[in-house]
T-cell receptor, first 114, second 111 residues
Framework: GAVVSQHPSWVICKSGTSVKIECRSLDFQATTMFWYRQFPKQSLMLMATSNEGSKATYEQGVEKDKFLINHASLTLSTLTVTSAHPEDSSFYIC??????????FGSGTRLTVV | RKEVEQDPGPFNVPEGATVAFNCTYSNSASQSFFWYRQDCRKEPKLLMSVYSSGNEDGRFTAQLNRASQYISLLIRDSKLSDSATYLCVVDRNNAGNMLTFGGGTRLMVKP
């Protein structure tokens, strides 16, 4: 089946630093990937849609200058949390859609900002 | 009103029990429906798509009622390994950028 690999699975960083999260489609090309955030005991919330070769589309309330998305190839999208603060601590998950497989999610990245 | 609503639970059931979850959605234009399973601190994984005619996969049966705008998931002969959070997911446009997740229903199957 379709596999989406996400890295790192967890990261702890100091407040004010930046963190990059990678999302790769391993056995298919994904022109579109999606980035979600999930706070404890809450559901997934779409942050942005990452489009290969063009700018990402951000959901209302998500700061594009803080959450930088780059989709440089058909198999890789990256999310960079810039100047991270403790309130950015969350579970970040990417997903991609592939025909017949539906939406496949990466394994998620647990970010803790201290 | 939330766009996709689920009873958060937890549903505590003994092994072997039958348990059913419902999910309601508010947008009548929604096109596709799914049940995902999410284990603690893991990513959601597709359990099954939901079709108007209803569909079954082993011990799991999903139903869609468009008129009443609800989706159901029935689990028969519950196993300990079924313990997880079940997410109802609605896709408004089949383009992926309009997936809406319910808050999830937590199931705990006890020995």
């Amino acid at each position: 089946g379709a596999v989406v690999s996400q890295h790192p699975s967890w990261v702890i960083c100091k407040s004010g630093t930046s963190v990059k999260i990678e999302c790769r489609s391993l056995d298919f090309q994904a022109t579109t990937m999606f980035w979600y955030r999930q706070f404890p005991k809450q559901s997934l919330m779409l942050m942005a849609t990452s489009n290969e070769g063009s700018k990402a589309t951000y959901e209302q309330g998500v700061e594009k200058d803080k959450f930088l998305i780059n989709h440089a190839s058909l198999t890789l999208s990256t999310l960079t949390v810039t100047s991270a603060h403790p309130e950015d601590s969350s579970f970040y998950i990417c997903s991609a859609s592939r025909q017949l497989y539906g939406y496949t999610f990466g394994s998620g990245t647990r970010l803790t900002v201290v | 009103r939330k766009e996709v609503e689920q009873d958060p639970g937890p549903f505590n059931v003994p092994e072997g029990a039958t348990v059913a979850f419902n999910c309601t959605y508010s947008n009548s234009a929604s096109q596709s429906f799914f049940w995902y399973r999410q284990d603690c601190r893991k990513e959601p994984k597709l359990l099954m798509s939901v079709y108007s005619s209803g569909n079954e996969d082993g011990r799991f049966t999903a139903q869609l009622n468009r008129a009443s705008q609800y989706i159901s998931l029935l689990i028969r002969d519950s196993k300990l390994s079924d313990s997880a959070t079940y997410l109802c997911v609605v896709d408004r446009n089949n383009a992926g950028n309009m997936l809406t997740f319910g808050g999830g229903t937590r199931l705990m199957v006890k020995p």
